[in-house]
């Protein structure tokens, strides 16, 4: 059994000592030996098997371990994410992600997956919505861009987040959550829906 931790920053996360901290003392806890970091700096939109998360999945055999800070660090896309989990459950590989108490080993995952799969993914999309608003917000911050509120008549300030919007509404989460996500009112929130077109 080998076990292997996996850490991605962006450009905006240059730390990374308080996650080894973090995965070192949880491995320690569960006796699961020495730790083997992989580190990559770059962009979650990449896809994964493009990445060093991808050729160290190829690596692993059954019974090795992996470990990361939180399942957002995986990728930005939720997608990539579950393919992930999935791609560790098939290989016999334990995933931990340390923020969210998540572990693809558990014997009663397959009882309660039904039950907690939505709140699992809507609570990684908020983290993913959150990272990408702030990343943008930085690069625009650095390219000059006025930040605040759009003027003129038929704009938002949701306009630019109404991809992660509409997908938070498919999985249910409340409407209270998302407006309080965006910094908005559920009035302006239902106001911003009410005039989105049909595709």
């Known amino acids: 059994m080998t ?5 991605r920053v962006s450009t905006l996360e240059q730390d990374t000592e308080k996650n080894k901290i973090d995965i070192l003392q949880f491995a320690n806890r569960l006796k699961l030996g020495n730790v083997e970091f992989t580190e ?3 962009s979650g939109r990449i896809n994964y098997k493009e990445r060093k998360l991808g050729a160290l999945l190829e ?3 059954a019974g090795d371990v992996l470990i990361v800070p939180e399942l957002s ?7 990539q994410i579950l393919e992930v989990i999935k791609v560790t459950k098939d290989k016999g590989i334990t995933l931990y992600s340390l923020k969210e ?3 693809n080993n558990e014997d009663s995952i397959s009882a309660t997956v039904t039950s907690t799969i939505f709140a699992l993914v809507a609570q990684i999309e ?3 919505i959150s990272m990408r ?3 943008a917000l930085h690069a625009r911050k650095i390219a000059g861009v006025k930040l605040g509120r759009p003027k003129g008549k038929g704009k938002s300030k949701l306009d630019e987040h109404r991809e992660d919007i509409l997908k938070l509404l498919s999985l ?3 409407k209270t959550m998302i407006a309080r996500q965006f910094e908005c009112s559920v009035g302006n929130l239902n106001n911003f829906l009410k005039y989105i077109p049909n595709d």
């Open 126 to 128: 908020r983290e993913l």
């Open 172 to 174: 249910k989460v409340p």
């Open 40 to 42: 990559e700096q770059c």
């Open 73 to 79: 660090r995986i990728a930005r896309s939720i997608t």
């Open 59 to 61: 690596s692993m055999q």
């Open 101 to 103: 108490n998540f572990s």
């Open 133 to 135: 608003t702030k990343e």
């Open 3 to 7: 076990t292997h931790a996996f850490i």
